[in-house]
């Protein structure tokens, strides 16, 4: 879409980049350090910020801002629009009670996933998951599923624009070592994740794919760690994730 820079608001744009800093890994910032996320300068950002606690979507304790559920307001209304949502929560629904376990569908953007729709059993992660979530691509279940779909020239493009961290011990952050693993997602048809997220965090996930056979999204159960094996886990639960993929396949456009 080409739009003129006189049609622009950059007050907007740059109000968008500020709210964005806010991530899992960054629930709480300070001035200068939403600068530094953003590139945007400090006098920008704390006007940003302090219009934003004003209409009450960020909150302010004289040092650090955090956002507020009113934020929510910015996203749940698109995803409420999208008929994906609306769509697999039923089977969400199900499947969470067949298995006894949580599940989630989400959607790639850029280097990152997106839940939609989600069926909690239990917390299993230290955050709170629900839908407008976010978390890297390359070390979920869910991403390594939708990365592996794409041309692999277009995924190590996604892969290079962002930090790959080990954020556990287990965690593959290599470029290599991440395509090793998307091969195997390729030829297997589903992705298995032990503790590569968060400790005690396993995950297994297949693709969603519409009647077309392109894949729009993944589908994922994920569990607390145990000394069972993964093989075990991927036994149990694969089959129900299959048959949901399948039956979702016969309902997507």
Same mark, same amino acid.
């Given at each position: 879409?080409?739009?003129?820079?006189?049609?622009?608001?950059?007050?907007?744009?740059?109000?968008?980049?500020?709210?964005?800093?806010?991530?899992?890994?960054?629930?709480?910032?300070?001035?200068?350090?939403?600068?530094?996320? #953003?590139?945007?300068?400090?006098?920008?950002?704390?006007?940003?910020?302090?219009?934003?606690a004003e209409h009450g979507y960020?909150?302010?304790?004289?040092?650090?801002?955090?956002?507020?559920?009113?934020? @929510?307001?910015?996203?749940?209304?698109?995803?409420?629009?999208?008929? *994906?949502?609306?769509?697999?929560?039923?089977? @969400?629904?199900?499947?969470?009670?067949?298995?006894?376990?949580?599940?989630?569908?989400?959607?790639?953007?850029?280097?990152?996933?997106?839940?939609?729709?989600?069926?909690?059993?239990? /917390?299993?992660?230290?955050?709170?998951?629900?839908?407008?979530?976010?978390?890297?691509?390359?070390? #979920?279940?869910?991403?390594?599923?939708?990365? !592996?779909?794409?041309?692999?020239? $277009? !995924?190590?493009?996604? *892969?290079?624009?962002?930090? *790959? $961290?080990?954020?556990?011990?287990? #965690?593959?952050?290599?470029?290599?070592?991440?395509?090793?693993?998307?091969?195997?997602?390729?030829?297997?048809?589903?992705?298995?994740?032990?503790?590569?997220?968060?400790?005690?965090?396993?995950?297994?996930?297949?693709?969603? /794919?519409?009647?077309?056979?392109?894949?729009?999204?993944?589908?994922?159960?994920?569990?607390?760690?145990?000394?069972?094996?993964?093989?075990?886990?991927?036994?149990?639960?694969?089959?129900?994730?299959?048959?949901?993929?399948?039956?979702?396949?016969?309902?997507?456009?």
């Amino acid at each position: 879409m080409n739009v003129k820079q006189s049609d622009m608001m950059g007050g907007l744009a740059k109000g968008l980049r500020v709210i964005e800093a806010f991530t899992a890994e960054t629930p709480r910032l300070s001035i200068s350090e939403a600068a530094e996320i #953003t590139g945007l300068d400090r006098a920008t950002t704390r006007r940003c910020l302090l219009t934003l606690a004003e209409h009450g979507y960020c909150a302010y304790d004289g040092k650090f801002f955090t956002v507020t559920p009113r934020v @929510l307001r910015l996203g749940t209304g698109c995803l409420a629009s999208m008929p *994906l949502p609306r769509i697999v929560q039923p089977w @969400l629904d199900k499947l969470s009670e067949q298995i006894g376990q949580s599940t989630s569908v989400a959607i790639l953007d850029g280097a990152e996933i997106v839940y939609v729709a989600r069926a909690a059993q239990r /917390k299993v992660m230290s955050i709170a998951l629900m839908p407008g979530s976010r978390l890297p691509a390359y070390c #979920t279940s869910l991403g390594r599923v939708m990365l !592996a779909a794409l041309p692999e020239t $277009q !995924a190590i493009e996604l *892969l290079n624009s962002h930090p *790959l $961290q080990a954020r556990t011990a287990h #965690t593959l952050h290599t470029i290599d070592d991440v395509l090793k693993e998307l091969a195997l997602v390729r030829t297997q048809g589903y992705a298995a994740v032990d503790q590569e997220v968060e400790q005690g965090l396993r995950s297994v996930a297949v693709p969603v /794919k519409n009647a077309r056979g392109v894949v729009v999204a993944a589908l994922n159960t994920g569990l607390a760690a145990s000394s069972e094996s993964m093989a075990s886990v991927i036994e149990t639960y694969l089959p129900s994730l299959q048959q949901v993929s399948r039956e979702l396949r016969g309902v997507l456009s």
